[in-house]
């Protein structure tokens, strides 16, 4: 089972940015799916964009188009969450998650990181 760290939370204004990187500790990383979920307080952990192994497919769920990008470095085990023009809305735990094909569910995720906080201020 692949091992996920994610890294780059904090606090930020609304209209900041930030960018959230994810550490996987298997050299077959370049072979997942890679993914972005988050989970507010006293809600249930919503999708946010995934990208295929090779990069060639990606989802966003619709509230983070044209702010927020997703994209990976194969040969550095990492996946990143380029997140644009913050707003408190997107005040949440965000956790990276690895899988085998591209699910805008929780269910079918092969592993998961502890999630790193991030926090919009108004």
């Known amino acids: 089972q692949v091992q996920l760290v994610e890294s780059g939370g904090g606090l930020v204004q609304a209209g900041g940015s930030l960018r959230l990187s994810c550490s996987a500790s298997?050299?077959?990383?370049?072979?997942?799916?890679m993914g972005w979920f988050r989970q507010a307080p006293g809600t249930e952990r919503e999708f946010v964009a995934a990208?295929?192994?090779?990069?060639?497919?990606?989802n966003y769920t619709d509230s983070v188009k044209g702010r927020f990008t997703i994209s990976r470095d194969n040969a550095k085990n990492t996946a990143y969450l380029q997140m644009n023009s913050l707003k408190p809305e997107d005040t949440a735990v965000y956790y990276c998650?690895?899988?085998?094909?591209?699910?805008?569910?929780?269910?079918?995720?092969?592993?998961w990181g502890r999630g790193t906080q991030v926090t919009v201020s108004s």
């Open positions: 990208i295929s192994w090779s990069g060639f497919t990606i």
């Open positions: 298997r050299s077959s990383f370049s072979r997942y799916v």
């Open positions: 998650a690895a899988g085998t094909a591209v699910r805008t569910t929780v269910n079918g995720w092969s592993g």
